[in-house]
């Protein structure tokens, strides 16, 4: 993603590394498969295999691994274009509108109760990432920290000189 504040973006590029971790993160679904249709979520219900929800399934789903209630959620927010109808409920998935859904997300006070960009710019990143872990649950204070969660802040503070460089 292009402009907008690098704090958010580089955030965002954290928060993929947690979550999705792929070259290909935009068509990535819990587990590790692929998809090739983004025109909207994929709404499948793949089973849980590890940690406390195992024998669940989870519709976690692209770079952010939305699950498919918080993609329509968010997108009914923040997705810059919505569809026609409020009952079609279709929202591209396609990465840039998964993107720009995220960074709106991600810069909206009120949704998160507090200035996540303030924080980020004030070096708060453990509270930011305490803050979203509800919501990605693979940043080190939810419950499910995989192999990246204790590279984050150091995954952060790379992503922010590489986005503060490039704009």
């Given at each position: ?8 973006r580089?955030?965002?590029r954290t ?5 999705s971790n ?7 679904l819990?587990?590790?498969d692929?998809?090739s249709d ?10 849980i295999?590890v ?7 989870t519709?976690?789903a ?6 498919t209630?918080?993609?329509l959620?968010q ?5 810059p ?6 009952f079609s409920?279709?929202f ?7 993107d ?7 810069s909206d ?5 507090v200035?996540l960009?303030k924080?980020?710019r004030?070096?708060q990143?453990?509270e930011v990432l ?8 693979s ?5 499910e920290p995989?192999s990246?969660?204790?590279l ?16």
């Amino acid at each position: 993603m292009q402009g907008g504040d690098p704090h958010i973006r580089a955030l965002m590029r954290t928060i993929s590394a947690a979550e999705s971790n792929s070259p290909r993160p935009y068509s990535i679904l819990y587990g590790g498969d692929h998809i090739s249709d983004l025109s909207r979520h994929p709404d499948l219900c793949i089973p849980i295999v590890v940690g406390p929800n195992i024998g669940n399934c989870t519709t976690a789903a692209g770079r952010y691994q939305f699950i498919t209630t918080t993609w329509l959620e968010q997108a009914a927010k923040y997705h810059p274009q919505p569809p026609g109808f409020w009952f079609s409920r279709q929202f591209s998935f396609a990465p840039e509108f998964q993107d720009q859904v995220v960074y709106r997300w991600l810069s909206d006070p009120q949704a998160w109760g507090v200035d996540l960009v303030k924080l980020l710019r004030q070096g708060q990143l453990e509270e930011v990432l305490a803050i979203l872990s509800p919501t990605w649950t693979s940043l080190g204070y939810g419950i499910e920290p995989n192999s990246m969660t204790d590279l984050l802040p150091q995954i952060y503070h790379q992503m922010l000189e590489e986005e503060l460089r490039t704009g």
